[in-house]
Each structure stands twice: as structure tokens, then as C-alpha cells.
């Protein structure tokens, strides 16, 4: 079975805090992603990385930034937490592009609260 | 870009009985996947069920079928014979050809009653 594991299920951390939200698969996936979900707003794309060291934009970029050393590691970073950023995080990761069909795979997530 | 819309933030459906969860979608592509993910009160997404778009054939899996009108860009989510491990959070998602990553909508939430 396809693994994605989070680091942590829930996080507390103080504003202006720097804050790494790791994620791994097993499954030798080229894509991985991250989202934000927030009650009322579904699920937001951060960042998304499509190899090693390359990494894409998503919806709400701001704040946040993403580093994948190894094709089976994303990390997110909060470079300075703030309260707007406590949220639901949701990793996942998927097979390469071409076959869109595939769908992405999950990881638990994790609870982050910043106070 | 495209965009995923889900009308009903909350449904609920007697144990045992029919339940249709509503999504349309806005896309100029005429090649696209659609996906139906479930995420239970422990929050890991599973997938539910995809739609090829260029499949006339409706996708069905077990008890969950979907009724994909391409015309009219919809695309329901049909449980049969509910059950209590059904209440969740639905999403529908929209993913285009290529390197590309999901759209989802807002989500329906779905209890089940006794």
C-alpha cells in the first residue's frame, strides 16, 4: 500500500516561530503537494514539486516556502508563523503527470495551531 | 482555471437509504479526470471513485456510483444503501492531462443517521 506519512498530527507553536511541517512517501512518487483546508474553503493548494529540487507555486504561496532535497521528502516551512496560518496542513503524492489518471495519495495531516 | 463547485456543505441520509452529492465543475479542456474523495473524522483522504471524461460510461464502485452529464459539466456522487462509515467529508476534484495538480471544491459533509 502507498504511505505518506506527516511528522506530526498536531503542532503548537508561537507566533514569529519557524515552523517545518515534513512529509515522506514510499511509493517512489515524482509528485508530491501541499495543501491547506480550512473549514468552509476545501482544500488549497501551497506548493507543489514534480522532481528533486523543483517546486511550483500553487494557490496561496505566501508565507510559506517548500524544500525537497530527496525525491522522497517535501518539506514546508513557515518562516514566521502568525495566527492566519493555524490550519489543517494535508500532504500528498501521486505518480507522474502523464498519467493523470492516477489519483493522488494522502497523508494523515497535521493540526497546526500558532498562538 | 478551472474551478470545482460543491452546492451543498452538508447533507444527511437515513442508514440504509439513497444519498446524491452534488458537484459541477467549469472547464474549456475537453480531456480531464474527476475524483470523488472521502475523509472520515480521522482525516486521512481516501479516493472514492474517478471519472474519465472521455468515458461515456458512468464510474461505479461497490455502493458509489457517480452520473457524469459532460454537457452540463456535473458530476454527482450517488451512495446506495448508506451506512454509518459513510459520514464524512466528500470532495470532488478536477484534474487536468499533464503535470498537473487536483482542484477540489469546498466539500460536502455527510452524516449518516441510525
Known amino acids: 500500500d502507498v504511505k505518506v506519512t506527516q511528522s506530526s498530527r498536531y503542532l503548537v507553536k508561537r507566533t514569529g516561530e519557524k515552523v517545518f511541517l515534513e512529509c515522506v512517501q514510499d511509493m517512489d512518487h515524482e509528485n508530491m503537494f501541499w495543501y491547506r483546508q480550512d473549514p468552509g474553503l476545501g482544500l488549497r493548494l501551497i506548493y507543489f514539486s514534480y522532481d528533486v529540487k523543483m517546486k511550483e507555486k500553487g494557490d496561496i504561496p505566501e508565507g510559506y516556502s517548500v524544500s525537497r532535497e530527496k525525491k522522497e521528502r517535501f518539506s514546508l516551512i513557515l518562516e514566521s508563523a502568525s495566527t492566519n496560518q493555524t490550519s489543517m496542513y494535508l500532504c500528498a503524492s501521486s505518480p507522474p503527470g502523464r498519467q493523470a489518471h492516477y489519483e493522488q495519495y494522502f497523508g494523515p495531516g497535521t493540526r497546526l495551531t500558532v498562538t | 482555471a478551472q474551478t470545482v463547485t460543491q452546492s451543498q456543505p452538508e447533507m444527511s441520509v437515513q442508514e440504509a437509504e439513497t444519498v446524491t452529492l452534488s458537484c459541477t465543475y467549469d472547464t474549456s479542456e475537453s480531456d480531464y479526470y474527476l475524483f470523488w474523495y472521502k475523509q472520515p473524522p480521522s482525516r486521512q483522504m481516501i479516493l472514492v471513485i474517478r471519472?474519465?471524461?472521455?468515458?461515456?460510461q458512468n464510474a461505479t464502485e461497490n455502493r458509489f456510483s457517480v452520473n457524469f452529464q459532460k454537457a452540463a459539466k456535473s458530476f454527482s456522487l450517488k451512495i446506495s444503501d448508506s451506512q454509518l462509515g459513510d459520514a464524512a467529508m466528500y470532495f470532488c476534484?478536477?484534474?487536468?492531462?499533464?503535470?498537473?495538480?487536483?482542484?477540489f471544491g469546498k466539500g460536502t459533509r455527510l452524516s449518516v443517521i441510525a
Open positions: 476534484a478536477y484534474r487536468s492531462p499533464g503535470n498537473t495538480p487536483l482542484v
Open positions: 471519472q474519465e471524461a472521455y468515458k461515456q
